[in-house]
């Protein structure tokens, strides 16, 4: 049997930023990066800022985990053109922002971006992709940079493209609903609002019992509704414009 649950992006906005709801984020992030993590704080972000156009079309959350390393959750709903820039300057702002007082270039904060959008960003078939920075040779073929001996010890990591920020793109509407692993299983709650009994990856049986829409308050619940009902009005209208869009460009022929 699946329970109806809350949105993510709703879950982040209201749910997820309490401490005793970590555990959530953390099977999330665990089963994307592929390395156990534990949030130590949930920090400020710029979607923090309440307004009615947020609560359908954008949402972010930003946690440092217990390394100190930034990641930045965000959830975009409207298509956006220049997005990949907008993942550039969220990542850059977040280490300028983050710099450390000492201004050592060693004491920059490791940013993860993960963004998780339900437009159709881009080409490609995937639903699921992963971009990294590193420096190939140009003269020497499949010559990757790598650090010294020195440097590995000294900043405590084995490859240079763990200095620079990672970004993870989940393109939900993309998703098949066909489960082949546990990160799928999470992919499947993003796009359904739904989690399988017998989904197993980290985090998604907390979310089954904390997630729940008919464990809402009464008037979160009736917050929620009207989120919902906020959504499928402005679905409606894009359809809507779409049609008529196409229809001119028909007679137009």
């Known amino acids: 049997m699946q329970r109806k649950l809350v949105s993510f992006d709703w879950a982040m906005k209201k749910i997820l930023r309490q401490k005793a709801n970590f555990v959530i984020l953390e099977g999330f992030l665990s089963e994307l990066f592929k390395f156990d993590l534990k949030i130590e704080e949930i920090l400020e972000s710029e979607a923090n800022q309440e307004s009615e156009d947020d609560k359908f079309n954008r949402v972010d959350l930003l946690a440092k985990d217990e390394d100190g390393d930034l990641i930045l959750i965000e959830v ?27 201004n050592e ?27 990294k920075t590193q420096f190939e040779g140009l003269n020497q073929q499949n010559e990757i940079f790598e650090l010294s001996t020195h440097q590995q010890k000294q900043f405590g990591i084995d490859e ?50 904390i997630l729940d829409v008919m464990k809402l308050p009464t008037k979160a619940r009736a917050i929620y509704d009207r989120k919902i009902e906020n959504q499928r009005y402005k679905k409606s209208l894009l359809s809507s414009r779409s049609f008529s869009y196409n229809s001119k460009q028909e007679q137009s022929e």
Request: charged share 30%; glycine share 4%.
């Open 76 to 102: 975009q709903y409207d298509g956006q053109q220049d997005y990949f820039h907008r993942m550039l300057y969220g990542a850059s702002k977040l280490i300028c922002d983050y710099m450390d007082k000492s």
């Open 160 to 209: 240079v493209y763990q200095i620079f920020p990672e970004y993870y793109v989940i393109r939900v509407n993309k998703f098949s609903d066909i489960v082949r692993n546990k990160i799928d299983e999470w992919i499947y709650f993003l796009k359904n609002e739904s989690i399988k009994d017998e989904f197993k990856a980290k985090g998604l049986n907390e979310a089954k019992e």
């Open 105 to 131: 270039y060693a004491k920059v904060k490791k940013v993860y971006s993960v963004n998780i959008v339900y437009f159709a960003l881009a080409k490609g078939s995937d639903y699921l992709y992963y971009g």
